[in-house]
């Protein structure tokens, strides 16, 4: 072959192919006609179509469930072992298990010939690009390396590659409707089956070549589907469609695929694109036993291949291909074909050693007979499989095992047959199958995958007697233990944990623990079994959801302490997720402990570059632990936990709002328990720590708004047990928070307005700092006073307004219990700062708007700004003070501000209708103002109030 020609065919190996699984999927579910034309459209054409049989049938079944909701209902009348079985009877599960398994770094010859491009016939342009590519290849001496004999050389994955390619150009082939080229690619991937030198990998390059021809199979039944549906007219055809049916177009467009596929030279290609194909046959008859029959000619057929490689596998995709049409069909396909594939091979294996051109070619690609057997494991897996889903019984279980017994006595076979089984088949066979696995010496699979496939059969169904689940378990374990491959002792130690954890008791599943922490320690041999140790420990807290009994087994914690990384990082998820999805509290240290060293280790995994997600991710699982952590009426161990997890979880700020909400929590729970009528020396001093521990732990809460809202919580909850110096402090911290928000100023007013209330929680607040209780309106001023407000903000405003109103009633209450006298003066230069400060406040955000030239944008906030504090205003004083004239001219001047922006006001509010309930409440509020200016000598504020219209 000519370089440029060798150039062309590799250039055509390294095309992509994204897009076959697609494919797949799509022949299935589409139904819309290839020109573009809705089907439905279709249904008018009634004298075109009712020659037909059972079109209106069809027409019926055009709003019948999808393919999906049919699949689903399907599924809920299994029986969970077929669904086991379907699961193993996965194809795609499966290619995807041998492309990782069968793999191969050796160069793999191929004929030259048969990668060479026999599809494309068009001229190659070789640009100079191509030319120093080549001189390059030759220099460095790949041309006699890569082309020796006439053939080619490929890595595995430029095989793989190649193959993928060819799917692709089948693809775009049969889009443009060249259906006989599409052909050619498909025996052109058979022919690869049958030249391929190196076997190790044979498996993985079947699979794919299995690819190629299903994606062939679909296209081909589509478009013979799509051909009766267009001419019926219908939507789709009813799953138990008959050809009878069918027009006679449909039939015979089936009858000339099958021609040309007979017309195929080579044998391998022939049968192989035969089986994608003869599912289309379901249009040409509807005979019981024709697909039994069929099959059964396929794996006779198959009899006449040499190679056992490719014979065996040619019987793997027939089980395949029929498989899935038994699924179509509704398991009416008999499966003697399978058991003819099966019994082929029992008759053939023991011939192997005996062939001397067969034992030369396993020589030569370097393997023994043994590992070259082991090869037809996923093809003995599916085949026995299949047998054991249409044959389930006692009877058929010990007659397979005396055929594989009678032919090798593979450990590879047996294997397959105690996966496949029921339990309960397998327990009955349990002495004959425990005697093989002690003693077989055939190495197609090792005593270690033996023990873990029996292990996991008797975890369904185990022995009946307790003494036999004893029994069977002594003997795997004293196998398993003598094994010296600690990942072979491994994988099925999980299996057989899992078996004592169902079926035995706690301290046999503690002396298998113990083992196996024995066996892992030697030589740190844990370094290497982190995966299949996390996987033990995870089935053990799944199993057991009450995790006391889980932590206080022996080994286990030293079992956990043995993970590593990003492993223990994983486990460490799913233990304080089990904990925290149980619904049992515990108080057990043990337990704790444990727990709290688990989440201490996740949290120390937090850096200044974990991502925000993480850290809530981990927060959700710290606080789920410490909800269900309780210690009753223990308050001190409670307060200690709370004081440790503050200790343990400095990063994670929900942690630290936790312990503060939580100690508040248990201070009003110890205040409910005991009165503070009754309170005793050590109850007062339990109460005070707590709330020490909030004012020392609120601090360390970066959000301003929380702190301060946790400062708030705390300084109420003091005053209301009558804590007043602690609670003195806390709202005095509240309200030092307030400089350090960087929000939205509407979060100063609303903690404004929720602590003045608090002026009048309790009549011994006015004995609280000083003798007129105006210390907690003068610390609001305070603040006011020293932050730096946003030039057109009015919160400043506000917060005036609202101190307005929380000393007004401070007075009443003062007059009420007789101490008047001593707080008149003082009030009065409250409200006389109050009032100057707000006419303040207006008069600047008027001057601000009589200058606003350059930003028009601005007037309607700023004007509704003004409107709502002189409102605020306004209403404060009209509903709580007496009017004099002084104050009535006042109210005017506030009024006149109000009217001269209340469009404003209504227009900028977000809630209209709110904003209008606001109007009649101000109307209301006007109204009752009315009769305090009756005795005013101020005739034109009268005339201004009763002519108020709003």
């Not at 491009?117 to 790949?142: N, R």
Request: include cysteine; glycine fraction near 4%; hydrophobic fraction near 40%.
């Amino acid at each position: 072959m000519s370089e440029e020609k060798k150039g062309s065919s590799y250039e055509m190996v390294l095309k992509t192919l994204k897009r076959i699984d697609v494919i797949k999927e799509d022949a299935k579910t589409k139904w819309k006609n290839k020109d573009g034309t809705d089907p439905l459209s279709l249904l008018g054409k009634r004298d075109e179509t009712s020659q037909f049989v059972g079109v209106q049938r069809w027409r019926q079944t055009v709003f019948e469930t999808t393919a999906e909701e049919r699949e689903e209902e399907e599924n809920a009348r299994m029986t969970t072992r077929e669904r086991l079985v379907r699961s193993r009877l996965n194809w795609k599960e499966q290619k995807a298990e041998v492309l990782v398994k069968y793999t191969t770094q050796k160069d793999i010859p191929v004929h030259s010939k048969i990668v060479e491009d026999e599809i494309e016939k068009e001229a190659k342009i070789v640009t100079a690009a191509d030319k120093a590519m080549a001189k390059l290849e030759e220099l460095e001496g790949k041309t006699d390396d890569d082309k020796r004999d006439g053939m080619s050389y490929f890595q595995q994955s430029d095989l793989i590659t190649h193959l993928e390619t060819l799917a692709s150009d089948l693809e775009s082939s049969w889009t443009r409707g060249e259906k006989v080229k599409a052909l050619r690619i498909v025996i052109q991937s058979c022919k690869l089956l049958s030249v391929i030198k190196v076997p190790q990998c044979y498996p993985s390059l079947f699979v794919l070549t299995a690819k190629v021809l299903d994606v062939f199979g679909s296209l081909v039944y589509d478009r013979i589907y799509t051909n009766a549906i267009e001419t019926l007219g219908v939507k789709s055809l009813p799953d138990d469609y008959k050809p009878g049916e069918l027009p006679a177009e449909t039939k015979e467009m089936c009858r000339n695929w099958f021609y040309k596929i007979a017309s195929i030279r080579e044998l391998i290609p022939r049968i192989l694109v035969e089986m994608c194909l003869w599912k289309c046959n379901r249009f040409l008859t509807c005979e019981k036993n024709f697909f039994t029959d069929s099959y059964l000619r396929f794996a006779k057929q198959i009899r006449g291949i040499g190679d056992p490689l490719l014979a065996i596998h040619a019987r793997w995709y027939l089980c395949h291909k029929g498989y899935d049409l038994d699924l179509d069909l509704k398991g009416s396909i008999e499966v003697e074909y399978a058991e003819v594939c099966l019994n082929d091979f029992f008759f053939c294996r023991p011939r192997f050693e005996n062939n001397d051109r067969l034992t030369k070619f396993i020589t030569t690609a370097g393997m023994t007979q043994t590992e070259y057997v082991a090869l037809f494991s996923p093809v003995l897996r599916w085949l026995i499989e299949l047998v054991a889903f249409k044959r389930q019984s006692q009877e058929h279980l010990v007659e397979m095992i005396g055929k594989m017994k009678e032919n090798g006595g593979y450990a590879v076979v047996m294997q397959h047959l105690i996966g496949s089984f029921h339990g309960e088949y397998i327990c009955g066979e349990l002495p004959d199958i425990v005697e093989f696995v002690e003693n077989t010496e055939d190495k197609t699979c090792t005593k270690g995958e033996l023990w873990y496939a029996l292990g996991t059969a008797l975890t369904e169904n185990p022995p009946p007697s307790k003494s036999d689940k004893a029994n069977i378990l002594n003997r795997a374990w004293e196998a398993m233990s003598a094994s010296e491959d600690v990942s072979d002792f491994m994988s099925c130690a999980v299996v057989w944990v899992e078996y004592a954890v169902h079926h035995l008791d706690r301290k046999d599943v503690n002396t298998l623990l113990n083992d196996i922490k024995d066996k892992l320690s030697t030589d740190k041999a844990y370094e290497s079994q982190q995966k299949e140790l996390k996987q033990l420990l995870t089935l053990i807290i799944y199993k057991w959801v009450n995790l006391n009994v889980v932590l206080n087994l022996d080994s286990f914690l030293p079992l956990l302490d043995m993970l590593e990384g990003s492993v223990k990082k994983e486990f460490s998820y799913r233990m304080l997720t089990s904990f925290s999805e149980s619904s049992l509290p515990t108080n057990d240290d043990v337990v704790i402990g444990s727990l709290l060293d688990i989440a201490r280790s996740l949290h120390d995994t937090l850096t200044s570059l974990s991502s925000s997600d993480e850290v809530a991710h981990i927060s959700s699982l710290v606080l789920g632990f410490m909800d269900k952590v309780t210690y009753g009426r223990d308050y001190e161990a409670q307060l200690n936990f709370f004081a440790e997890c503050r200790r343990s979880f400095h990063k994670l700020q929900d942690c630290i709002t936790e312990t503060v909400n939580s100690t508040l929590c248990l201070t009003a729970n110890i205040a409910k328990t005991h009165p503070i009528k009754s309170h005793t020396k050590k109850i007062a001093v339990l109460i005070k720590s707590c709330l020490t521990f909030c004012h020392i732990t609120i601090p360390s809460i970066r959000n301003a708004v929380t702190r301060a809202k946790c400062f708030l919580s705390s300084g109420y909850l003091a005053m209301s047990l009558g804590f007043l110096a602690q609670g003195e402090v806390l709202l005095h911290a509240s309200f030092e928070v307030i400089n350090d928000f960087k929000g939205k100023e509407s979060e100063i007013t609303s903690q404004v307005q929720k602590v003045l209330p608090l002026v009048m929680m309790d009549a011994q607040l006015a004995s609280c700092a000083d003798k007129n209780g105006l210390w907690l309106i003068t610390a609001v001023l305070d603040v006011a006073e020293e932050r730096t407000w946003d030039e057109y903000s009015s919160t400043k405003g506000m917060i005036l307004v609202e101190c307005f109103k929380a000393v007004v009633p401070l007075y009443q209450h003062r007059v009420a219990i007789g101490e008047e006298d001593e707080v008149s003066v003082e009030f009065c230069d409250i409200v006389s700062r109050l009032t100057g400060d707000v006419m303040k406040e207006l008069k600047r955000l008027s001057a601000i708007l009589d200058n606003m030239n350059t930003a028009p944008t601005q007037h309607p906030i700023l004007k509704s700004r003004i409107a709502r504090l002189a409102l605020g205003l306004f209403t404060t004083i009209a509903a709580n003070c007496v009017i004099y004239d002084k104050t009535a001219v006042l109210l005017k001047k506030l009024w006149e501000v109000f009217a001269s922006s209340v469009s404003e006001f209504i227009a900028v509010s977000e809630d209209k209708v709110g904003a209008d309930i606001a109007m009649h409440d101000i109307a209301a509020t006007a109204r009752l103002t009315l009769q305090h200016f009756m005795s005013s000598s101020d005739e034109h504020l009268v005339h201004t109030v009763q002519g108020l219209t709003l």
